[in-house]
Nanobody
Framework: QVQVVESGGGLVQAGGSLRLSCAAS????????MGWYRQAPGKTRDLVAV???????TYADSVKGRFTISRDNVKKMVYLQMISLKPEDTAVYYCNVAVQTYSSTYLVSDWGQGTQVTVSS
């Protein structure tokens, strides 16, 4: 099993910045893709950004140019730097990682509890 713990959320005014962090733990031999998702009240959980094992980046159109995803393979961490935040960015942010375990199986982490980001206008 692989777990993740998200942190770094908070309340910020529109135009402000936040940096989210996510730590992965468990029987991890290597990490493939790492991603951030978000879920606003009454809405589905949507992809925000993904970084592959070779550093390829994918962003939702709504965050391009404002959010930057990065990773630290040694620390088993993924980050989301968010600038120019808008009220519509308000959501619970979750991370998710795809890994190869020491028993050579491939799996996706359980969802964490997420971290709340609230952007006031």
């Amino acid at each position: 099993q692989v777990q993740v713990v998200e942190s770094g959320g908070g309340l910020v005014q529109a135009g402000g910045s936040l940096r989210l962090s996510c730590a992965a733990s468990g029987s991890i031999f290597s990490i493939n893709a790492m991603g951030w998702y978000r879920q606003a009240p009454g809405k589905t959980r949507d992809l925000v950004a993904v970084i592959s094992s070779d550093g390829q980046l994918t962003y939702a159109d709504s965050v391009k140019g404002r959010f930057t995803i990065s990773r630290d393979n040694v620390k088993k961490m993924v980050y989301l730097q968010m600038i120019s935040l808008k009220p519509e960015d308000t959501a619970v942010y979750y991370c998710n990682v795809a890994v190869q375990t020491y028993s050579s199986t491939y799996l996706v982490s359980d969802w964490g509890q997420g971290t709340q980001v609230t952007v006031s206008s």
